[in-house]
């Protein structure tokens, strides 16, 4: 039986519960490639899989995303909205509102967010190690268009070695939560923030995302594979979701494609795929 119970979830997600439909997997590739499958043939908005375990979990350009039944929350929501994919610009900073949202509103203090894709939690050394990361996977055609939405979220810090420092709910002070109280709590905050977006875009929640930005205000380098780093002040982000740096030669907007945020003076490079 997998570990997330439908039934009892949708009893956790009250008048929501009518807005999803979960599917509990022990086992797939990756919850966003099942759900993509299931998209191509006519799956609606709102169809959520989540699964134990992954073969393939993956992170931005064909990175791996870690997970282990035990310790982690990995699941997959499709959502459809109207109009091109062009103003989906901010939807992945977008879901990083609704997670932090929810994680604060089940009593998890030291969340933050980084661009594009990852929410942080603040670590006694003063620094921050990953808690989630998001993918957001794109498609349209004539209707509209389609998001994937990926979120691997670690409930007990992973015990595999990697690049960067990671987190588990357990170090923001939640470790008795229950899986399934935090499922739902990420789907109701996933609603309505989603409901926001496809109404006013980015720009409604773009105060809130930049209030919870780790490096808002402070040096930052901007690292792309095999280039030099672009140092200048992070400004927050656009009403596209682009990060806005204050460089020597003026003002930048980059966009998520193939960089990595890092605060100025660190020596963590880029992940290695
Ligand atoms: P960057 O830090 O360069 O912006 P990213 O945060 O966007 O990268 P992703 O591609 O979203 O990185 O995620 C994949 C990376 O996350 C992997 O390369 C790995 O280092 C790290 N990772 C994988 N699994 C986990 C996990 N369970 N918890 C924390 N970090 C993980």
Same mark, same amino acid.
């Given at each position: 039986?997998?570990?997330?119970? #439908?039934?009892?979830? $949708? !009893? ?43 073969? !393939?979990?993956?992170?931005? %350009?064909? *990175? ?15 959502? @459809? ?6 103003? &989906? ?24 967010? $980084?661009? #594009? ?12 190690? $990953? ?6 996977? &794109? !498609?349209?055609? @004539? ?28 170090? !923001? ?14 789907? +109701? ?22 209030? %919870?930005?780790?490096?808002?205000? *402070? ?33 930048? *907007? ?7 945020? +890092? ?11």
């Amino acid at each position: 039986m997998p570990l997330i119970d #439908p039934v009892l979830l $949708k !009893a956790r997600l009250g008048e929501l519960a009518g807005r999803f439909d979960v599917d509990a997997l022990e086992s797939c590739d990756s919850t966003s490639s099942e759900l993509m499958r299931r998209a191509d043939a006519g799956a609606p908005a709102g169809t959520v899989i989540v699964a134990d375990h992954q073969t !393939a979990g993956r992170g931005r %350009r064909g *990175r791996h995303w870690l997970s282990s039944p035990k310790r982690s929350l990995t699941f997959s929501v499709l959502w @459809r909205f109207a109009g091109s994919p062009a103003r &989906l610009g901010g939807l992945s900073l977008a879901v990083g509102v609704a997670l932090a949202r929810a994680l604060e509103a089940l009593g998890a203090r030291g969340v933050g967010l $980084k661009w #594009p894709n990852d929410v942080l939690l603040a670590t006694a050394d003063g620094g921050y190690a $990953k808690l989630a990361g998001v993918l957001v996977e &794109l !498609a349209s055609d @004539r209707r509209g268009c389609q998001a994937v939405i990926g979120i691997g979220l670690n409930l007990g810090q992973p015990v595999e070695e990697l690049a960067l420092p990671a987190a588990g709910l357990d170090q !923001a002070g939640l470790a008795a939560v229950e899986r399934h109280a935090v499922l739902a709590a990420i789907l +109701r905050e996933l609603a309505a923030v989603l409901e926001c977006f496809a109404e006013a875009g980015f720009t409604a929640l773009r105060a809130d995302w930049q209030n %919870r930005h780790v490096w808002q205000q *402070r040096p930052v380098q901007v690292l792309g594979e095999g280039e030099v780093p672009l140092a200048g002040l992070c400004l927050g982000a656009d009403a596209d979701g682009a990060l806005l740096l204050q460089t020597a030669v003026g003002l930048q *907007r980059i966009y998520s494609g193939d960089v990595s945020l +890092r605060p100025a003076g660190s020596s963590l490079g880029v992940h290695p795929a």
